[in-house]
């Protein structure tokens, strides 16, 4: 077990080595680039909001419901709420939730390139497949999710305030207060790296399980199965190491 994981381990790190690689043709890149930017990020905005929304408008009830105290702050709700949705939520939940469609997504396209020979057809013209398929993915990925973060603290709060409007369990005012207390500008530059480390491994491990598919159809669902799991393990694994270097 162990010997079979590290040499999956030394699989992945060729791949990557092969991957970050300067492309041959820029103009081919930046096109692939561009597309894998509306699938990867623009095609994610709407579950992205719809998620977002619903999960502040959650937090924000189930903090106001159980911390209900004459010696606590009327603002905690809204202060509570906005550390939740910036500093996990947003970075880490969401990119678990990403990983499974994201990660699947591109699972299984690279998976079933491979099965159908047509990396295979790749290297045989020359072409360097690992460069080619997957650092457009990589880049548009990387780059372009702080643009999903942002859109879910947006909303995320955005949820939470609808609820304040919508029910009368705390006032809009008053949570309005809790958004704006004590906010540290700093935590938006680990927020960012950490969603960039994340969307890292969900492209990176993704296209691994892809790129080494062997067999039909059913290994391609498969290796999307294992994928999804794989990075949802790591994110949550990365998220405990980097929390405890950076802010600890």
């Known amino acids: 077990m162990l010997i079979k994981a590290l040499q999956s381990f030394g699989e992945y790190l060729i791949l990557i ?15 692939q680039m561009t597309n894998e930017i509306y699938k990867l990020v623009i095609d994610s905005i709407g579950i992205v909001i719809f998620i977002s929304i619903f999960i502040g408008a959650v937090l924000a009830m189930q903090i106001e419901l ?61 072409v360097n497949s690992s460069n080619y398929l997957i650092l457009p993915k990589i ?13 879910s603290m947006f909303f995320g709060l955005l949820g939470g305030f609808t609820l304040s409007w919508v029910t009368d369990m705390l006032t809009p005012a008053k949570f309005e207060v809790g958004i704006q207390y004590w906010f540290n500008p700093g935590y938006l530059w680990y927020i960012f790296f950490k969603a960039m480390v994340f969307a ?35 994110i949550l694994f990365l998220d405990l190491v980097l929390t405890q270097l950076i802010l600890s």
């Open 200 to 234: 890292f491994v969900i492209v990176s491990v993704s296209a691994y399980f892809g790129y080494n598919v062997k067999g039909g159809a059913l290994q391609v669902g498969k290796a999307s199965t294992n994928s999804v799991v794989a990075c949802s393990i790591l």
């Open 139 to 151: 880049t548009a990925f990387v780059f372009f999710i702080p643009i999903l973060v942002i859109l």
């Open 66 to 126: 159980n911390i209900e105290s004459p010696i606590i702050p009327d603002f905690t709700t809204g202060f509570v709420t906005r550390e939740v949705i910036l500093l996990e939520f947003s970075s880490t939940i969401m990119c678990v939730i990403l990983a499974g469609k994201v990660g699947s997504n591109i699972a299984s396209e690279i998976g079933t390139m491979r099965v159908t020979e047509q990396i295979d057809a790749l290297e045989i013209m020359g």
């Open 17 to 31: 080595y092969r991957t970050l690689t300067v492309p041959e043709r820029w103009s081919v890149f930046f096109k």
